[in-house]
């Protein structure tokens, strides 16, 4: 069955510490991996997503996320963060590019900035 | 570009009242979804469109949900009656096949 798992409900980092988001995924096929955060009171906002080629990837807003097949894992990333990246963040998995184009959501990890 | 607009932002009603929101697609995409999130359940797929054709509805809750995309650029979903657990943020999100979806700001829907 195909599906996202982030591990962490909630995790509080103190401003200019290093982050990683865990994400885990299942997929039968070739998976195109997506992070999105959410603001509280607003929508998602895609910060990055992964195709193919370069297992890293760089997005929005300093953040990065390495995708190993091996671990089936796409963890997202940022070196010091921000006051401001306090925020809910998503990982999703989706099938073939031009495919029917449905995304598969983890249930998010909360991000507490400590100050 | 506009993004994703969605209308209204807020939606207040008394329960048994009928509720429609509304979803303006970026131009030129092609697939249209509409999403729920709460702190019980999460984000949560009810219904998705390609080409205005609807391809899964199987997340709509009951026969009380129903959407329909009149045009190509253009969604609604009603609730009809709606009831006090319908209460939720309703996200709608559109892409243009390529997997990434780009999601308007949400509907807040408060039924009392």
């Known amino acids: 069955a195909q599906s996202v798992t982030q591990p962490d409900i909630h995790i509080t980092v103190s401003e200019g510490a290093s982050l990683e988001l865990r994400c885990n995924y299942s997929?039968?096929?070739?998976?195109?991996l997506f992070w999105y955060v959410q603001s509280p009171g607003q929508g998602l906002q895609l910060l990055l997503k992964?195709?193919?080629?370069?297992?890293l990837v760089q997005g929005i807003k300093g953040f990065e996320a390495e995708f190993k097949r091996s671990q089936s894992s796409f963890n997202l990333r940022k070196p010091s963060v921000h006051w401001s990246d306090a925020a809910e963040y998503f990982c999703?998995?989706?099938?073939?590019?031009?495919?029917?184009?449905?995304?598969?959501f983890g249930k998010g990890t909360k991000l507490s900035v400590k100050p | 570009d506009a993004g994703v607009i969605q209308s209204p932002r807020h939606e207040v009603t008394e329960m048994g009242q009928e509720v429609t929101l509304r979803c303006k697609l970026i131009?030129?995409?092609?697939?249209l979804f509409w999403y729920r999130q709460t702190m019980m359940r999460g984000l949560e797929l009810l219904i998705y469109f390609n080409n205005n054709v609807p391809i899964d509805d199987s997340g709509m809750p009951e026969d009380r949900f129903s959407a329909k995309m009149p045009n190509a650029s253009f969604s609604t979903l009603k609730i009809q009656p709606s009831e006090p657990r319908d209460s939720a943020v309703y996200f709608c999100?559109?892409?243009?096949?390529?997997?990434?979806?780009?999601f308007g700001p949400g509907t807040r829907l408060t039924v009392t």
């Open positions: 131009s030129g995409h092609n697939s």
């Open positions: 999703a998995v989706g099938g073939l590019r031009g495919s029917q184009g449905n995304l598969i």
């Open positions: 992964y195709f193919s080629g370069d297992t």
């Open positions: 997929y039968g096929a070739t998976p195109y």
């Open positions: 999100a559109s892409s243009l096949q390529t997997g990434e979806q780009y």
